[in-house]
């Protein structure tokens, strides 16, 4: 009360978080989404058909499993097609109902290196060039979702690359973990953009298609416990700017939970997925 809002709010929530809305946004803008069937649907998808069950409210991947055929969905939930393809993101700001395409990431899933399974998110790896093919689909992504919602500041649109197409996924409203690689890359502030996006509109000009400033791939991962863990002493991750999200010594943390994050930059995708899982088997050495 009294202060400028800087960000979207719960009107604009409310509709962009709307999964049925949201899949014919994009359908109205001749991008293909995955079918979505709400509680409020007499519908049900084919028995062929395979399909997720989400929760409405989440996030992170949480509560997200595949659906059992013919299991009723409750209020809460909706069913989503299932995607067989390569999960990523896409980074834009909004304002002015425009909005720009800043990046786009690779997202790791369930990833047992990093202690994760099912759905759970566990990472970003930034892909270093895009071509005008990829630049061109994740704009069309953007431009498709900020005609139809008045969205402002930053925020990410999820995706699955699947038969040179990307069919997106849900819309994160709001800063996402996968900005801080583009900060890194790209030495620019996503929050340098996001307030003047907010308050005029302001965008930047951007293209996707001109390589980073900084050499090789920037990639990020949540290292989750494998185990009911104590952490020890911690001065050597606080000490090394690659582990962030430290927690405190002595700190019991339960079996799936995460302990903390480590970076890593590597020539090319495969070596920065290399490095990232060397440094989370190093967490995973010092713990007891």
Not at 35 to 55: A, F, G, N, W, Y
Not at 81 to 107: D, K
Not at 202 to 210: E, G, I, K, M, S
Request: aromatic share 6%; with cysteine; hydrophobic share 40%.
């Amino acid at each position: 009360q009294g202060r400028a809002l800087w960000g979207n709010g719960s009107e604009v929530l409310r509709q962009v978080r709307n999964p049925r809305s949201l899949a014919d946004a994009f359908v109205a803008n001749e991008i293909r989404a995955p079918r979505v069937v709400t509680d409020s649907q007499t519908e049900q998808p084919r028995q062929v058909e395979r399909c997720l069950i989400k929760p409405r409210v989440s996030g992170g991947g949480h509560g997200v499993r595949v659906w059992p055929a013919n299991e009723p969905v409750t209020r809460g939930h909706y069913l989503q097609e299932f995607v067989e393809g390569v999960p990523g993101s896409v980074v834009f700001v909004a304002g002015g109902g425009r909005g720009v395409a800043l990046g786009t990431t690779r997202q790791l899933v369930g990833e047992t290196a990093f202690g994760a399974s099912g759905f759970r998110y566990c990472g970003n790896i930034l892909d270093a060039t895009t071509s005008p093919d990829a630049s061109a689909a994740a704009t069309a992504l953007v431009d498709a979702v900020t005609a139809a919602f008045p969205l402002v500041g930053v925020g990410t649109i999820d995706f699955v690359a699947a038969n040179n197409a990307l069919r997106p996924v849900e819309v994160n409203p709001r800063w996402s973990a996968s900005m801080e690689l583009l900060e890194r890359a790209r030495t620019i502030s996503l929050f340098g953009l996001h307030p003047g996006a907010c308050r005029q509109g302001a965008l930047p000009q951007f293209d996707l298609t001109v390589p980073p400033s900084s050499r090789g791939t920037h990639g990020k991962a949540i290292v989750f416990a494998p185990r009911d863990v104590v952490i020890g002493d911690v001065r050597g991750w606080l000490d090394d700017p690659n582990v962030r999200d430290v927690p405190r010594k002595g700190e019991r943390i339960a079996t799936g939970q995460p302990i903390c994050t480590v970076l890593a930059v590597g020539s090319d995708e495969t070596a920065c997925y290399a490095a990232l899982v060397e440094r989370a088997e190093g967490i995973y050495s010092e713990l007891t």
